[in-house]
């Protein structure tokens, strides 16, 4: 396993984060951590003096934004699965083996563990989670909810493991978008459209400090690109409830940039119609009253094919 960690301006918490890392994962499973500091002033690497040997550092000296930082290091990994991880997080012993197991079980399945809340200056888990899935509305906002099984339509995308085979196969992340926003909705959509699943591991806790402010600093216009491309690519003829949602997104649509191969992407993974996962996750859709009254599953299945 590699897992890879991210961050910026993290060096509070991240010498903490190793540690637990390292102390409460078993060597055997842990072939790597690396590290993507991107662009933090000053460079965060000083503060892992005492596990050079176990750390591998990618710098980047201008930031890239989370959705690329990601990327480098999820590219350089040489485990056969990847763990992304927060700079501030605390994983509890025997945490790796229900990553392993779902893994290994299908390649194509994502995993996600319960997020019980970290305390940032004691580093004790305060024990509470504030959720274990998502969803998105119709404006690309999205939060948690919980409804007892163990399928996740929408993850957070900060804590999460995948194969290092189903990561390339499945399309890493969209390269063109943005900085941060909405790569988790795009991601998880498209793991599910396209033959993947990402499921919850109950017995498996990464605590984590939830912070009132984001390091990096996003602008409206980076959220919209990045969520204009997941319409456009992903939602079909469904896309149009997102700028009914939110008109100002209209003003944005010319600078979305190419997605080309992002469609091209789809067909070449035989990804099944964005009416195919609403059918999938009707339940919390209706649970939302995000579907018309009248919506239904009458189609056939040639209605799921994308055109």
């Given at each position: 396993?590699?897992?890879?960690?991210?961050?910026?301006?993290?060096?509070?918490?991240?010498?903490?984060t190793?540690d637990?890392?390292?102390?409460?994962t078993?060597?055997r499973r842990?072939?790597e951590?690396i590290l993507?500091d991107?662009g933090?002033?000053?460079p965060?690497?000083?503060?892992?003096?005492?596990?050079?040997?176990?750390?591998?550092?990618?710098?980047h000296?201008?930031?890239?934004?989370?959705?690329?930082a990601?990327?480098?290091?999820?590219n350089a990994?040489v485990?056969?699965?990847?763990?992304?991880l927060?700079?501030?997080v605390?994983?509890?012993?025997?945490?790796?083996?229900?990553?392993?197991k779902?893994?290994?079980?299908n390649y194509?399945r994502?995993?996600?563990?319960?997020?019980?809340?970290?305390?940032?200056?004691?580093?004790e888990?305060?024990?509470d989670?504030?959720?274990?899935?998502?969803?998105?509305?119709?404006?690309?906002?999205?939060?948690?909810?919980?409804?007892g099984n163990?399928?996740v339509?929408?993850?957070?995308?900060g804590?999460?493991a995948?194969?290092?085979?189903?990561?390339?196969?499945s399309?890493?992340?969209?390269?063109?978008?943005l900085?941060y926003?909405a790569?988790?909705?795009?991601?998880s959509?498209?793991?599910?459209?396209?033959?993947?699943?990402i499921?919850?591991?109950?017995n498996s806790?990464v605590?984590?400090l939830?912070?009132?402010?984001f390091?990096?600093?996003v602008?409206?216009?980076t959220v919209?690109?990045?969520?204009?491309?997941?319409?456009?690519v992903?939602?079909?003829?469904?896309?149009?409830r997102?700028?009914?949602?939110?008109?100002?997104?209209y003003?944005?649509l010319?600078?979305?940039?190419?997605?080309t191969k992002?469609?091209?992407l789809?067909?070449?993974?035989n990804?099944?119609?964005?009416?195919?996962f609403?059918d999938?996750?009707?339940?919390v859709?209706?649970?939302?009253?995000?579907?018309?009254m009248?919506?239904?599953?009458?189609?056939?299945?040639?209605?799921?094919?994308y055109?």
């Amino acid at each position: 396993m590699s897992v890879v960690l991210v961050g910026r301006n993290e060096h509070k918490y991240l010498y903490r984060t190793v540690d637990s890392i390292i102390r409460n994962t078993p060597s055997r499973r842990l072939k790597e951590i690396i590290l993507v500091d991107d662009g933090s002033i000053p460079p965060m690497e000083p503060l892992l003096a005492d596990y050079r040997d176990k750390v591998r550092l990618i710098r980047h000296e201008q930031s890239q934004g989370l959705i690329r930082a990601r990327m480098a290091g999820a590219n350089a990994a040489v485990g056969d699965m990847v763990m992304f991880l927060d700079c501030h997080v605390k994983p509890e012993p025997g945490w790796e083996r229900a990553m392993f197991k779902n893994t290994n079980e299908n390649y194509k399945r994502l995993v996600v563990p319960l997020i019980p809340k970290l305390d940032g200056d004691t580093w004790e888990v305060l024990g509470d989670e504030p959720g274990v899935k998502m969803m998105f509305d119709w404006g690309l906002q999205f939060d948690w909810f919980e409804d007892g099984n163990d399928e996740v339509p929408v993850m957070s995308g900060g804590l999460y493991a995948i194969t290092k085979k189903w990561w390339h196969e499945s399309g890493e992340y969209d390269y063109n978008m943005l900085l941060y926003g909405a790569e988790n909705i795009e991601q998880s959509v498209r793991v599910w459209m396209c033959g993947g699943e990402i499921v919850v591991a109950r017995n498996s806790r990464v605590a984590h400090l939830f912070r009132p402010k984001f390091p990096y600093k996003v602008n409206d216009t980076t959220v919209y690109v990045n969520k204009i491309r997941t319409v456009e690519v992903w939602f079909d003829e469904w896309k149009d409830r997102y700028y009914q949602t939110d008109e100002h997104a209209y003003k944005v649509l010319g600078g979305m940039g190419d997605v080309t191969k992002r469609k091209a992407l789809r067909q070449e993974l035989n990804c099944k119609s964005f009416n195919w996962f609403l059918d999938r996750f009707q339940d919390v859709f209706k649970s939302r009253n995000l579907l018309p009254m009248d919506y239904n599953t009458s189609r056939s299945l040639e209605a799921y094919a994308y055109e």
